[in-house]
């Protein structure tokens, strides 16, 4: 059985940061690509960051790059995302999802209870 859990959400002032932690069970990270989506309040989940750890590669939406990073620890088989300069406007649900495909929302088969992230100004 596959199961995501997630943690590391909470409030943080504007430039901030936090750590998202997403520990895996049922598969290995380094076979199948897995990433973090977000879902605002009335708006619709949207792909953040995935990582393909089998292939080396991770991307990121333009909203988020620079500021935030996506890496893995396979012996924990788990996934971080450090997010910095934290703004308003990442205020969200974030989910850990697998498979992770960046703009194909429905292309993902679990996903995570989700973390609140909130971001004060």
């Known amino acids: 059985e596959v199961q995501l859990v997630e943690s590391g959400g909470g409030l943080v002032q504007a430039g901030g940061s936090l750590r998202l932690s997403c520990t895996a069970s049922g598969f290995s990270i380094d076979e199948y690509a897995t990433g973090w989506f977000r879902q605002a309040p009335g708006k619709e989940r949207e792909g953040v960051s995935c990582?393909?750890?089998?292939?080396?590669?991770?991307n990121y939406v333009d909203s988020v790059k620079g500021r935030f990073t996506i890496s893995g620890d396979n012996a924990r088989n788990t996934v971080y995302l450090q997010m910095n300069s934290l703004k308003p406007e990442d205020t969200a649900v974030y989910y850990c999802?697998?498979?992770?495909?960046?703009?194909?929302?429905?292309?993902?088969?679990?996903w995570g209870q989700g973390t609140q992230v909130t971001v004060s100004s």
């Open positions: 999802v697998v498979p992770c495909q960046l703009y194909s929302p429905y292309d993902v088969e679990y």
């Open positions: 990582m393909d750890s089998g292939e080396n590669r991770t």
